[in-house]
């Protein structure tokens, strides 16, 4: 029997961020994700996410808004990574749907981690642990996480069917043979998919302007051990900065710190919430000796050493988008006890997320280390996102009968659109959906 599957995108069409979509089979319904948009927030400097309320939130563009599904039945709640545009909504919005939440043991970690932020909502749902791979039933319709390669470990991508038909979403992956830590994307049982009836995917967008292929961690790696070399020949201090929840990314820097000869400190909070949660479950190695600080005191106290002996030490800290209150930040103020000054090296193991606060923040913090004398080495990064020759491969190997570009300003979407057509796709088979508009596809 044919049956109508509804997808309804609640956030993350028309913007990066804030991603939520709501999936009916038969008026039953499956969430996936709950995220915030962080350029809506950080443009409120005060905001205090966890003091406050749904439809505060919902009225500076800072989460989804889910009005229009509330009062449906919801089955589950699927979270397909710890990225804060996809967790970071939970506590707000989660509590109420009589609802398990569903997501990969790192994902779950940190939205816990999160939720003992709120004092906004009294968060009730169960938490229910799947390891990349596995699959669930929920009321009938069944639940496989794919697991794939993003700058996040533990990232997969849900595959929900009802029996009939089955939908993907796709929203962060890259094709990478050499992660160096964690899983690579599944290719095997991507391939298997256009025989399995896979009627639609959403698929991300965020770096599909970028030619590609999108280069491995591997080249990362390599890049970051001929600029560490040369930085830690100056005989001054090198700092490194990257995003927090890139573990692999964190696990060369430090690796290669020892290999020139020199100890790795990590300092801030966020860098220690997502490598000590990375540690206690087990996904990840790091020396003995490595020291992670993300308390104000601990933290003055190791850059006071480090400031005495400058040449022994790698630095990692937050501040890689020239966030106000990150480590990196309050350095170039004056405001900690590192000083930069002429033999001082910073590495941006990132690049800029392009929204006008983050880029003003950052060349402002770039302007104000080289006033001081440190030596700037930018981009030292691969993206966690595939780009426009990735993508094709990914279509080419799922191959949906539907294709819904996601995750992406309108622009992106369009892009994906394109690249649809130099697939073969008919226009009536891509949807450039917006957020609250349903599409209805039979099953």
């Known amino acids: 029997m044919l049956m109508t599957i509804e997808i309804l995108p609640l956030g993350g069409l028309g913007e990066v961020g804030k991603n939520m979509t709501a999936l009916g089979f038969d008026g039953r319904y499956i969430l996936v994700d709950m995220g915030i948009r962080l350029d809506s927030i950080m443009a409120f400097e005060d905001a205090d996410i966890g003091s406050m309320g749904r439809e505060e939130l919902i009225n500076i563009n800072g989460i989804p808004d889910d009005a229009i599904i509330r009062g449906r039945r919801v089955d589950a709640i699927v979270l397909t990574h710890g990225h804060l545009d996809h967790i970071g909504a939970v506590s707000k919005l989660a509590h109420a749907y009589d609802a398990p939440i569903y997501g990969t043991p790192f994902t779950l970690e940190l939205t ?17 642990t799947v390891m990349p ?126 290999e020139i000869g020199r100890t790795p400190v990590l300092v801030g909070r966020s860098l220690r919430n997502y490598c000590t949660t990375a540690l206690e479950i087990g996904l990840v190695e790091f020396p003995k000796e490595l020291r992670i600080h993300g308390r104000p005191n601990a933290v003055h106290n190791v850059l006071r050493e480090v400031q005495r002996s400058k040449e022994d030490f790698v630095l990692i800290c937050t501040g890689h988008q020239g966030e106000p209150n990150s480590v990196l ?51 030292v990064h691969a993206s966690g996102h595939a780009g426009r020759v990735d993508t094709a491969e990914f279509l080419e190997m799922v191959r949906p009968k539907h294709l819904i570009p996601c995750h992406g300003t309108s622009d992106k979407l369009r892009l994906m659109m394109e690249i649809g057509r130099e697939l073969g796709y008919p226009n009536e088979n891509m949807h450039h959906l917006r957020n609250g508009i349903s599409l209805r596809l039979g099953g």
């Open 329 to 379: 930040s309050r350095i170039a103020d004056d405001q900690l006890p590192v000083k930069i000054s002429g033999r001082d090296s910073v590495i941006f193991s990132a690049s800029v997320i392009p929204n006008p606060i983050n880029e003003s923040n950052r060349r402002l913090l770039e302007t104000k280390l080289r006033v001081q004398g440190a030596k700037i080495y930018r981009d």
């Open 133 to 258: 791979g596995d699959k669930v039933k929920v009321q009938g319709i069944e639940i496989e996480f794919i697991p794939v390669t993003h700058s996040i470990l533990h990232t997969t991508l849900p595959l929900i069917s009802n029996g009939n038909a089955s939908i993907l979403c796709a929203s962060d992956f890259k094709l990478d043979e050499e992660p160096l830590v964690g899983y690579r994307t599944d290719r095997k049982r991507l391939k298997k998919l256009p025989n399995e009836g896979l009627l639609a995917a959403m698929v991300g967008t965020v770096r599909v302007e970028d030619p590609g292929p999108t280069p491995s961690e591997a080249h990362v790696r390599e890049q970051l051990r001929e600029v560490m070399g040369e930085a830690g020949a100056s005989g001054g201090l090198v700092l490194a900065t990257t995003f927090s929840s890139h573990i692999a990314r964190l696990k060369s820097i430090v690796d290669l710190s020892f």
């Open 112 to 128: 816990k981690k999160l939720l003992r932020e709120e004092r906004h909502f009294k968060f009730k749902n169960e938490f229910r």
